[in-house]
């Protein structure tokens, strides 16, 4: 039998040094409310293992993008993580103003123009039980890492996606972005193993959801944004975004409107431009679907014209951008 030493604090520092050696850091920075401070070492970037965060996923989060030292939409992203607290029953200690500096100093901290920024409430440490009136006091962890291109950026051509065979989460846990993400790390891994780009969920009648952090929406045959609501799914704040965006189009004659309705695989085949919306992502075109293009199968002008304008709204927007520098 293989022996394994028993490590004191110093030399397990220092073994977790030697691992970081060889492996990129997790982040540039990190906030952890047990110390009430920030670290820029990566072998202290780390969450108690009695947290309920890691191994009950008993938490929520938000996930933010830095560009250019302004973090885009933050307001809306701290009015979501309320709700997704209050939906687990979770007491915030900290309220919006405090979050909000809290994010901002981690990436001051991070000391890089461009970031993607992970913001977690936990149900804190207390035990490796499930009960969380086990845990007395939530914490916070605000983590500030790298931020990739977006997948345009990547893949000029579009998005090729199709139909994914994990089960949906039930209502209404599907509405709250708490921390238990098995099903959408497994939609992730679906896309990859079939060899497409994103997968999106369907309900038990057939109705299109949602991708592993992705909203979807289409453009239909007669020139309407379409796109779905539902207590099937969680509503992004980007998607959100584009849609305030996209009245601009509609005034301008380039949409003839916008609405809620549900959208279906036959729905999103039938579609002149189809395009799925997320923080890290921005738009991306659809343009196959299962094998089958979307349209022309190239980003149509729709697209175009829309995703210009967020890229603008995200880089410019003085009043959905809070600064770290």
């Given at each position: 039998m293989t022996k394994i030493p028993q490590l004191n604090r110093a030399t397990w520092l220092r073994a977790l040094d030697a691992f970081y050696v060889g492996h990129p850091a997790p982040a540039y920075a990190m906030y952890s409310s047990l110390t009430d401070g920030i670290s820029t070492d990566p072998a202290l970037m780390n969450v108690p293992v009695d947290d309920h965060l890691v191994h009950r996923g008993d938490g929520v989060f938000e996930t933010l993008k830095c560009v250019q030292h302004g973090i885009y939409n933050l307001d809306a992203h701290l009015e979501r993580l309320a709700r997704s607290a209050v939906g687990i029953?979770?007491?915030?200690?900290?309220?919006?103003?405090?979050?909000?500096?809290?994010?901002?100093?981690?990436?001051?901290?991070?000391?890089?123009?461009?970031?993607?920024?992970?913001?977690?409430?936990?149900?804190?440490?207390?035990?490796?039980?499930?009960?969380?009136?086990?845990?007395?006091?939530?914490?916070?962890?605000?983590?500030?890492?790298?931020?990739?291109?977006?997948?345009?950026?990547?893949?000029?051509?579009?998005?090729?996606?199709?139909?994914?065979?994990?089960?949906?989460?039930?209502?209404?846990?599907?509405?709250?972005?708490?921390?238990?993400?098995?099903?959408?790390?497994?939609?992730?891994?679906?896309?990859?193993?079939?060899?497409?780009?994103?997968?999106?969920?369907?309900?038990?009648?057939?109705?299109?959801?949602?991708?592993?952090?992705?909203?979807?929406?289409?453009?239909?045959?007669?020139?309407?944004?379409?796109?779905?609501?539902?207590?099937?799914?969680?509503?992004?704040?980007?998607l959100e975004r584009v849609r305030e965006l996209a009245t601009t189009l509609v005034a301008d004659g380039h949409l003839q409107g916008i609405?809620?309705?549900?959208?279906?695989?036959?729905?999103?085949?039938?579609?002149?431009?189809?395009?799925?919306?997320?923080t890290s992502h921005d738009l991306v075109a659809v343009t196959r679907v299962e094998g089958q293009p979307i349209g022309t199968g190239t980003p149509g002008p729709v697209y175009q014209k829309l995703s210009a304008t967020l890229v603008d709204d995200v880089a410019h927007n003085a009043c959905l951008r809070t600064m770290t520098a």
């Amino acid at each position: 039998m293989t022996k394994i030493p028993q490590l004191n604090r110093a030399t397990w520092l220092r073994a977790l040094d030697a691992f970081y050696v060889g492996h990129p850091a997790p982040a540039y920075a990190m906030y952890s409310s047990l110390t009430d401070g920030i670290s820029t070492d990566p072998a202290l970037m780390n969450v108690p293992v009695d947290d309920h965060l890691v191994h009950r996923g008993d938490g929520v989060f938000e996930t933010l993008k830095c560009v250019q030292h302004g973090i885009y939409n933050l307001d809306a992203h701290l009015e979501r993580l309320a709700r997704s607290a209050v939906g687990i029953g979770l007491v915030c200690p900290w309220d919006p103003g405090q979050l909000k500096s809290l994010v901002v100093a981690t990436a001051r901290a991070a000391q890089r123009p461009d970031l993607l920024i992970r913001l977690l409430l936990a149900r804190g440490p207390g035990s490796l039980g499930v009960n969380p009136y086990d845990c007395p006091t939530p914490q916070c962890y605000v983590v500030a890492g790298p931020l990739t291109a977006p997948f345009m950026q990547r893949n000029p051509q579009g998005a090729h996606i199709g139909f994914s065979q994990i089960p949906p989460k039930p209502p209404p846990l599907a509405n709250i972005k708490h921390c238990n993400y098995l099903p959408n790390a497994l939609m992730a891994k679906e896309a990859r193993d079939r060899g497409l780009d994103f997968v999106i969920g369907r309900d038990t009648d057939g109705a299109l959801l949602e991708g592993p952090t992705e909203n979807l929406a289409i453009v239909d045959a007669d020139n309407h944004l379409v796109f779905f609501e539902s207590t099937a799914l969680l509503m992004g704040t980007t998607l959100e975004r584009v849609r305030e965006l996209a009245t601009t189009l509609v005034a301008d004659g380039h949409l003839q409107g916008i609405h809620c309705d549900t959208i279906t695989g036959e729905r999103l085949r039938a579609a002149r431009e189809a395009w799925i919306a997320g923080t890290s992502h921005d738009l991306v075109a659809v343009t196959r679907v299962e094998g089958q293009p979307i349209g022309t199968g190239t980003p149509g002008p729709v697209y175009q014209k829309l995703s210009a304008t967020l890229v603008d709204d995200v880089a410019h927007n003085a009043c959905l951008r809070t600064m770290t520098a």
